[in-house]
Structure formats: structure tokens, C-alpha cells
């Protein structure tokens, strides 16, 4: 059996949103799940999980000690944080990457390798020429800001982002050397084949993502269910010979638990057949 290391995100325990100042003050624009992290954490340890990602949000309300002391309860890992930006206005930029400074001290300090970053504006009116020469500049620098507290930095393609399917994703990564993050859930719903893009960008894969999904109604799910090929997935990974940590994202499911035991249960089958 294949000994990946399985982390789970804890945005699945409340509501996702984003911190209210930032709408006003920008530089205070993280994400956030309202929820209680101590039960999130007490519920991915016993769904036998080593790992966590949190949103910057949640990891800036607590002090190093008060984290760390979190993840020692729960004997869990801090494996990433995740953070974001619009990066293509140049009047923001400076605070939005002074926001990822923060972030990256914070998880640096606590201790995790890698800092996960999503982001790329769709303007109202739609892309323009050189936004995404603007993202892959921006992404460019927080790989040296990653870089410098020994952090390794992911670009997240997302929905309802720049970046989302394919051609995209070839784009940004001609602009900038920053690692890729597959969110496999978010490739398919874009149109990508995520087995296959996983193949093309093997080079700079170094930290995964793995989400089910469902077309309709649209619907991400634990993986194994939904309408994503999760083992075709999973045999790219083992293919391309990565061995790094898998983290898997559910963003809301009535048992957050119940969603995370589902998945873990999937990936242990589908390792220990492969």
C-alpha cells in the first residue's frame, strides 16, 4: 500500500465566509469558516486523519501558543494554510500580499511546509489584456515571500477565478514557477480532466487536493460518491509517483464527520488495491 499522508481541510464545520473589515480595510480580507475549531479538529483526529488545513482567517484569530496548543490536543499536524487575493489591482496589491506575509509568519511559525493560495479577480466586465501577467507576477512574489520562512507556495485554481479550466491553468503556469495545487473537484467542474492535467504539471504538484463532485445539482461530496472519477485520480497520483501529503475538502456536508470518516475510508480501499 501507497503511505500518503491524509489531512483535512476543517472548512466543512460552519459556514464559509470572509472576514467583514476586509470590505473596508483590504488587507483584513481572509477567509474564515465560523465554527469551532476545537470540535473540527476532534473530529477530523477520530475520522483518523494526521493532518489539518485551515483558512488564514482561523489561523490568524488564535496565537502561536494557543494553536499549537489546538493541534497537540487533537494530536494533529498543521500542514497548510490558505490564503487569497484578487492580485491584479495594482492599488491593492501591496495590502493583499502584506496580508500574505502575515499568514506565512503565522504558518511558518506553527510549523507546516505549505501555503496554499487561490485568487485571479474576474472583473465585472470580464478579463482583461494583462490580468493574468498581473496574477502570475503576484504569485511569482509570494513564492519568495513563501520561500523566505521555508514555506513551499501552491496556486489553487478556483471557480468563479481567471484561472479555472485547462487552457487557464497552462496560461497562469507559463507566467510563474509557483507549485500547483489540483483541486480535483474544481478542475472537473471547469471542464478539465484532472487525471490528465494531474499527468501534464506532475513537475509541480507537491501538495493535493482531492474533492468529490456532483453536476446536478451541483454539489461537491465526499469521494465516494458524485460524479467525479476519484480512482482514475487517484491512479494519476500513483502514477506520477507523488508521495507527498493528500488533503481532502468537502466545503459543507450535513455530518461533517460522517463526510470525512466517507472519504477516508475511499482513499485507505482504493490504496490498499492499488
Known amino acids: 500500500m501507497t503511505r500518503w499522508k491524509l489531512a483535512y481541510q476543517a472548512n466543512c464545520w460552519g459556514p464559509l465566509g470572509g472576514n467583514a473589515v476586509g470590505v473596508t480595510s483590504v488587507a483584513e480580507l481572509t477567509y474564515r469558516t465560523f465554527a469551532d475549531m476545537d470540535r473540527a479538529f476532534a473530529d477530523i483526529a477520530a475520522a483518523g486523519y494526521e493532518g489539518v488545513e485551515v483558512f488564514d482567517g482561523n489561523l490568524l484569530d488564535h496565537s502561536v501558543e494557543a494553536f499549537r496548543t489546538l493541534l497537540e490536543k487533537h494530536r494533529l499536524s498543521l500542514v497548510a494554510a490558505y490564503s487569497g487575493g484578487n492580485f491584479i489591482f ?39 489584456d494583462g490580468d493574468h501577467a498581473k496574477l502570475g507576477a503576484a504569485l511569482e512574489r509570494i513564492v519568495g515571500i513563501a520561500r523566505e520562512r521555508g514555506l513551499k507556495a501552491h496556486y489553487h485554481p478556483h471557480l468563479t477565478t481567471i484561472v479555472e479550466g485547462p487552457e487557464q491553468v497552462r496560461r497562469i503556469f507559463g507566467e510563474t514557477s509557483i507549485d500547483f495545487c489540483p483541486d480535483t473537484a474544481h478542475l472537473a467542474a471547469a471542464g478539465g480532466d484532472p487525471a490528465q492535467m494531474i499527468r501534464e504539471h506532475r513537475e509541480r504538484i507537491s501538495y493535493v487536493h482531492l474533492k468529490g463532485w456532483q453536476r446536478e445539482p451541483f454539489a461537491f461530496t465526499p469521494l465516494d460518491r458524485g460524479d467525479l472519477d476519484n480512482g482514475s485520480i487517484v491512479e494519476a497520483l500513483l502514477e506520477t509517483g507523488y508521495d507527498g501529503w493528500v488533503t481532502v475538502e468537502l466545503d459543507a456536508w450535513d455530518d461533517p464527520r460522517a463526510g470525512a470518516e466517507a472519504s477516508r475510508r475511499y482513499l485507505v480501499k482504493r490504496l490498499e488495491t492499488a
Open 90 to 128: 495594482d492599488d491593492i496589491l501591496e495590502e493583499e500580499l502584506d496580508r500574505i506575509r502575515r499568514v506565512a509568519d503565522r504558518t511558518a511559525e506553527i510549523g507546516a511546509p505549505h501555503l496554499v493560495i487561490g485568487g485571479g479577480a474576474k472583473r465585472a466586465g470580464g478579463a482583461r
